[in-house]
């Protein structure tokens, strides 16, 4: 391995995030550029958000770093021709779709994305051994840090954010928001609690074992499925299975295998407005598509988005007809990985070509736009994301699906109403069997 070497430019950064790969000193640990951009709009990476402020308190949502930074301008449909280039076809669309009420309201970048210094650590040691194996379907030699931190193809970058770091696990709570054309909406509630197994500090290449996560999810609203428990183990290869998945029914009081939603079947309690493999932007398998990188671009993005986080913003303050209350979405220009995606052969997916935006610095999807037959944008998909600083988790706070056709949209993730997810959470393999369900229904 190459000796860790500091930039003059960022000579104040911990040694363990900053490192001379293989291939690139002036690229991070996880491939992004360290320098800014030429123009100054794009800041240098310095190591992101060091730890929580004075003012955070564990427990707590999370005081806004960046509180002071004003708007330096807005987009909307009347200025939108200057800022094109920096824009993606959803955003056009929405634009175009909404031009009395839909803007974006852009602040100075921020580059917040910080890791603990062990996945620098473990990046570097796994360094050119990653493989993605049969088909696209699943990946191999690694089991912990970014697999591919110079992409040199679309399923090497989509195998990056699906492998993005999200810490050891979380337990928490988030509102879904089914929406009407009006902006009346129906809200869902459920508990989460989470085991990433491919990046957790005690896994390793000979007890990972194919799973990727674990996750159990309970149900307390609508209140006609409230009290139904749902455990799943997502698979790190999907080439035989894609996950594996158990129900505890209230009702009949027994715990069984569940049939699997997947693919493009629309989510349960979406009314057909998000399909299941839109989770986390993308969840699907990757076998159904292929993908090709098709460069870095600059672009307008939901990034810190800790006034939509907030715990004095409430769920009334975000929803409104057709699209969320853009007045709370902060936006800044990043640099992005720009991924595309065509239906396979054989494949069956409703959607011919989907297009993907992932951040430099984390991983994550900015965006997703999926469009139908004709080609244009029938659903655009955003993730509004911010560090929970005191893990140095880069993770959704907010996720909004869009259905254009319809003029109605889905919300996922919305925590204002509930305390914030505690990525502490920790517990050992046997807390996510079946044979766990029904004592967990008796909590």
Same mark, same amino acid.
């Given at each position: 391995m190459?000796?860790l070497?500091?930039?003059l430019?960022?000579a104040a ?6 490192a001379?790969t293989k291939?690139k000193p002036?690229?991070s ?6 320098a800014?951009?030429?123009?100054g709009?794009i800041?240098p990476?310095?190591g992101?958000?060091?730890?929580p402020?004075?003012?955070y ?10 509180a002071n930074d004003g ?6 449909q ?6 094109r280039d &920096? ?7 929405m634009?175009?779709?909404y031009?009395d009420s ?6 100075p970048?921020?580059?917040s994305?910080?890791?603990p210094s062990?996945i620098a650590?473990q990046?570097?040691?796994?360094q050119?051994q ?6 696209g379907?699943g ?6 840090g970014i697999?591919f931190?110079?992409? &040199?193809?679309?399923?090497?970058a989509?195998?990056?954010?699906r ?5 050891g ?17 129906e809200?869902?509630v459920s508990g989460?609690e989470?085991e990433?197994m491919y990046?957790?500090?005690?896994s390793t ?6 799973? &990727?996560t674990r996750?159990?999810?309970y149900?307390l609203?609508?209140?006609k499925n409230a009290?139904?428990?749902y455990?799943y183990?997502?698979l790190l290869?999907?080439?035989d299975e894609?996950r594996?998945?158990w ?7 027994r ?9 493009d079947q629309?989510m ?8 299941w493999?839109?989770g986390?932007?993308?969840l699907?398998?990757?076998?159904d598509?292929?993908w090709?990188?098709?460069g ?11 006034q939509?986080h ?13 699209h ?7 936006y800044e220009?990043?640099r ?6 065509r *239906?396979?052969?054989g494949?069956?997916?409703r959607?011919? *070509?989907r ?9 994550r999807?900015m965006?997703?736009e ?6 244009e944008v029938h659903r655009?998909?955003?993730?509004h ?12 706070t907010?996720?909004?699906y869009y259905?254009?056709?319809?003029e *109605?949209y889905?919300?996922r993730?919305?925590d204002?109403?509930?305390?914030p ?5 920790d ?8 044979g ?7 909590r």
């Amino acid at each position: 391995m190459n000796k860790l070497t500091l930039l003059l430019l960022l000579a104040a950064l911990p040694l363990g995030l900053l490192a001379e790969t293989k291939q690139k000193p002036t690229l991070s640990f996880f491939g992004a550029q360290l320098a800014g951009n030429d123009e100054g709009s794009i800041p240098p990476w310095r190591g992101g958000i060091a730890g929580p402020p004075a003012n955070y308190k564990p427990g707590d949502w999370h005081p806004d770093p960046f509180a002071n930074d004003g708007v330096l301008f807005t987009i909307d449909q009347s200025n939108v021709t200057q800022y094109r280039d &920096k824009l993606s076809d959803g955003h056009l669309a929405m634009l175009a779709r909404y031009p009395d009420s839909y803007h974006l309201r852009v602040f100075p970048s921020r580059r917040s994305v910080s890791y603990p210094s062990d996945i620098a650590e473990q990046t570097l040691k796994y360094q050119g051994q990653a493989r993605v194996v049969d088909g696209g379907a699943g990946i191999a030699g690694i089991v912990r840090g970014i697999p591919f931190p110079e992409p &040199k193809n679309g399923e090497q970058a989509i195998w990056n954010m699906r492998l993005s770091y999200k810490g050891g696990g979380y337990r928490g709570y988030f509102t879904t928001a089914l929406t009407a054309k009006d902006g009346t909406y129906e809200l869902g509630v459920s508990g989460h609690e989470i085991e990433y197994m491919y990046g957790d500090s005690r896994s390793t290449l000979d007890n990972l074992n194919n799973i &990727k996560t674990r996750a159990v999810m309970y149900t307390l609203r609508p209140a006609k499925n409230a009290g139904s428990i749902y455990l799943y183990h997502f698979l790190l290869n999907s080439r035989d299975e894609e996950r594996r998945n158990w129900a505890y029914s209230p009702g009949k009081r027994r715990v069984k295998r569940s049939s699997m939603i997947s693919h493009d079947q629309p989510m349960s309690g979406s009314d057909g407005i998000h399909i299941w493999d839109q989770g986390d932007m993308w969840l699907g398998p990757i076998t159904d598509f292929n993908w090709t990188l098709l460069g870095k671009r600059e672009m307008y993005v939901p990034y810190n988005a800790y006034q939509l986080h907030s715990g004095a913003t409430a769920v009334d303050d975000i929803v409104q007809p057709k699209h969320l209350n853009q007045d709370l979405a902060r936006y800044e220009l990043h640099r992005v990985w720009v991924v595309e995606a065509r *239906r396979r052969e054989g494949s069956s997916h409703r959607y011919q *070509r989907r297009r993907y935006y992932l951040d430099e610095d984390s991983w994550r999807v900015m965006f997703a736009e999926h469009y139908d037959e004709q080609d244009e944008v029938h659903r655009f998909s955003e993730a509004h994301h911010i560090n929970y600083y005191e893990a140095k988790v880069f993770y959704t706070t907010l996720d909004a699906y869009y259905k254009l056709d319809t003029e *109605r949209y889905y919300l996922r993730h919305v925590d204002n109403d509930y305390s914030p997810f505690d990525f502490s959470f920790d517990q050992n393999a046997s807390y996510y069997i079946p044979g766990r369900l029904k004592m967990k229904a008796k909590r």
